[in-house]
C-alpha cells in the first residue's frame, strides 16, 4: 500500500517555542491530507484537512493561529504548534487521501509524531 | 456520519478467531463500513471496508447484517501481532472533497498467549 511518514518521531520543545511536523506520502500524490491528534488512551480527533495549494479547513474548538497547517505540494503537509505549551503534548498524526484512488477512497496513515513541551 | 458501538476491550487466545462486533443502527444506505486497526503508539492501519456484501481480504474478513445495523470483523487465526485497538467506522463515500474519518472509542484487543 501506499506510504506515509512523519518527521520527527517524536520532539520535546521547551513551552513557548514552536514546533513543525512534517508529512509526506512517498509513492503518490496526495491532494488531501489530515492531522489528527491523539491524547494518552483516548481516541484519535481530527484537528484539520488540508487541501493542496488551498487553505486548511479546522474543526470545531481548533486554533487555526496556533496549529499553522501548509500544504504547499502534493507530496507534503506540515503542521506548525506555535507557541507550544504542555497541554499541546500529545500524538499527532497525518493521512493522505490517494489522488485518483479507487472506489473506497482509503486513506493512509503516519506513524505519527510524539509532542512533549516541558 | 453514523455513530457506532463496539465493546471497549476483548480477549482472544493466540491461534483462535477474534469476533469484533459492531452496532451501527443509524446507519444510512449509502454509508460504508470500515475498519482500522491501530496498534500501540503508531498510526492506524485500513484492515478492510464493505457496503452490504461480507467481504474478505489477507487481513480479516467482515460479516454485515442483511438489515446493516451491525457488523462483525473477523481474524480468523489471531496472533500476538494483532493486540492493537480496532475502530469500526461508517461514512459516506465521496468522490470528491474530504473522506475524513471519524474514529470512535474502538475495541482494545487482547491477544493471549
Known amino acids: 500500500g501506499a506510504v506515509v511518514s512523519q518527521h520527527p518521531s517524536w520532539v520535546i520543545c521547551k513551552s513557548g517555542t514552536s514546533v513543525k511536523i512534517e508529512c509526506r506520502s512517498l509513492d503518490f500524490q496526495a491532494t488531501t491530507m489530515f492531522w489528527y491528534r491523539q491524547f494518552p488512551k483516548q481516541s484519535l480527533m481530527l484537528m484539520a484537512t488540508?487541501?493542496?495549494?488551498?487553505?486548511?479547513?479546522?474543526e470545531q474548538g481548533v486554533e487555526k493561529d496556533k496549529f499553522l497547517i501548509n500544504h504547499a505540494s502534493l507530496t507534503l503537509s506540515t503542521l506548525t504548534v506555535t507557541s507550544a505549551h504542555p497541554e499541546d503534548s500529545s500524538f499527532y498524526i497525518c493521512?493522505?487521501?490517494?489522488?485518483?484512488?479507487?472506489?473506497?477512497?482509503?486513506?493512509?496513515f503516519g506513524p505519527g509524531t510524539r509532542l512533549t513541551v516541558l | 456520519d453514523a455513530k457506532t458501538t463496539q465493546p471497549p476491550s476483548m480477549d482472544c487466545a493466540e491461534g483462535r478467531a477474534a469476533n469484533l462486533p459492531c452496532n451501527h443502527s443509524t446507519i444510512s444506505g449509502n454509508e460504508y463500513v470500515y475498519w482500522y486497526r491501530q496498534i500501540h503508539s503508531q498510526g492506524p492501519q485500513y484492515i478492510i471496508h464493505g457496503l452490504k456484501n461480507n467481504e474478505t481480504n489477507e487481513m480479516a474478513s467482515l460479516i454485515i447484517t442483511e438489515d446493516r445495523k451491525s457488523s462483525t470483523l473477523i481474524l480468523p487465526h489471531a496472533t500476538l501481532r494483532d493486540t492493537a485497538v480496532y475502530y469500526c467506522i461508517v461514512r459516506v463515500l465521496h468522490q470528491t472533497g474530504a473522506n475524513n474519518l471519524f474514529f470512535g472509542t474502538g475495541t482494545r484487543l487482547t491477544v493471549i498467549p
Open positions: 493521512s493522505a487521501r490517494v489522488f485518483g484512488a479507487p472506489s473506497y477512497n482509503e486513506q493512509f
Open positions: 488540508s487541501n493542496e495549494g488551498s487553505k486548511a479547513t479546522y
